[in-house]
């Protein structure tokens, strides 16, 4: 299949490894290659949350109210009805491909999955010969997820005009739905708006496309007072580039907080140069009962999951009434219906505006 896209401003994994918030807005939305926005600002490919501005990010959220019924029970709505969407999961996921799978559903999609461990993939297939065979086959939407940072970007610079990309995590680039289903999640259960939070994020940053996308979305939407602390070692550098203040001291850092975000600690850093004992991490950071007790009282427990019980939070916390960390994988399908059915418009406004 021929392939006549400029790929010479394609983002290279070490690019967006380098958390450089200039060089990645700006080719994610105004690349030769091919960029996330159609002209009218509408969503062409979802490959990031950097980049939309705070009009576009409400859109998404309030899309996905709409998803919600009186009751707040999440609703049907064909809104994909005779489209295909197939779900490229090349990494391991249980939330993220679930949900995307059952709010296609919702949404009335033709539904693919892609079992990757069975794939030619496994035999060496390359990506790019893996897309353009997929593609071959007739789809709407890939929703891709793939340890290379850069992945999906390079995919919405390959596929044919008539297909869109959406990112469900690339290395540790990006999480654009589970920033966005976190954004929902405080939006909905937080007391007070964006522009008054303090969020505390707490973790593993360096290797996290999840707190990439939360601390790129928090600041779009308002947030002035975001904290982080993790050991130095998991702290990529630069991270003060993004407006974000380094705490060393966790008390200090949870302090008066309304929002306290865990991360994954990937455990094959535990015991490695990056990182001392499990044991020692919980004494220094663990999100633990006295922890939360100093925060706002209202505050909320948020962790995007899998969570290490015992290592990053305690159970007690985790399963508290604080936790908002189920609700944080309902409002996902919510979020992901929304984003699918938004870039499904934007993908019938590019066709219409081709002829
Ligand atoms: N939060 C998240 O991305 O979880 P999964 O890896 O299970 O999809």
Redesign the pocket.
């Known amino acids: 299949m021929p392939n006549t896209h400029d790929t010479k401003n394609n983002v290279s994994p070490s690019e967006y490894a380098k958390f450089d918030p200039s060089t990645i807005h700006q080719r994610l939305n105004t690349s030769l290659s091919r960029p996330q926005l159609n002209s009218d600002g509408s969503i062409r490919h979802f490959l990031g949350v950097e980049g939309l501005n705070k009009a576009q990010l409400q859109a998404i959220i309030a899309k996905a109210e709409t998803f919600f019924d009186e009751n707040g029970q999440l609703i049907n709505r064909p809104e994909l009805e005779g489209c295909t969407v197939m779900n490229l999961f090349f ?7 679930t949900t995307f799978e059952v709010a296609e559903k919702r949404l009335g999609a033709n539904v693919l999955n892609l079992d990757i461990a069975s794939s030619s993939a496994k035999k060496g297939e390359s990506l790019r010969d893996t897309l353009w065979n997929l593609q071959a086959m007739t789809a709407d939407i890939f929703v891709v ?1 793939h340890s290379a940072s850069g992945a999906a970007h390079f995919m919405a610079t390959e596929v044919t005009p008539d297909i869109a990309i959406i990112n ?2 690339d290395g540790w680039h990006a ?1 654009p739905t ?1 920033g966005m289903l976190d954004m929902l999640t405080i939006h909905r259960e937080a007391p007070r708006p964006f522009e008054e939070l303090s969020v505390a994020i707490i973790g593993d940053v360096k290797h996290s496309r ?1 707190a990439r996308s939360d601390i790129s979305a928090l600041q779009t939407l308002g947030v002035k007072d975001i904290r982080v602390i993790a050991p130095r070692t998991l702290l990529p550098k630069g991270i003060e580039r993004f407006g974000v203040q380094v705490y060393e001291d966790m008390n200090s850092c949870v302090r008066d907080c309304d929002v306290i975000m865990g991360l994954r600690i990937q455990n094959e850093r535990i015991g490695s140069p990056l990182l001392a004992s499990s044991s020692e991490y919980y004494k220094q950071y663990g999100i633990t009962p006295e922890r939360v007790a100093l925060a706002k009282p209202d505050a909320l427990i948020m962790h ?3 969570m290490n019980r015992g290592v990053e939070i305690a159970s007690s916390v985790a399963d508290g009434p604080q936790s908002v960390i189920l609700k944080q994988v309902s409002n996902g399908v919510a979020i992901r219906m929304a984003v699918l059915a938004l870039t499904m418009e934007g993908q019938r406004a590019h066709q219409a505006n081709r002829g």
């Open positions: 990494e391991p996921s249980t939330r993220t491909r997820r469900g995590g999480h589970q999840v995007p999951g899998p």
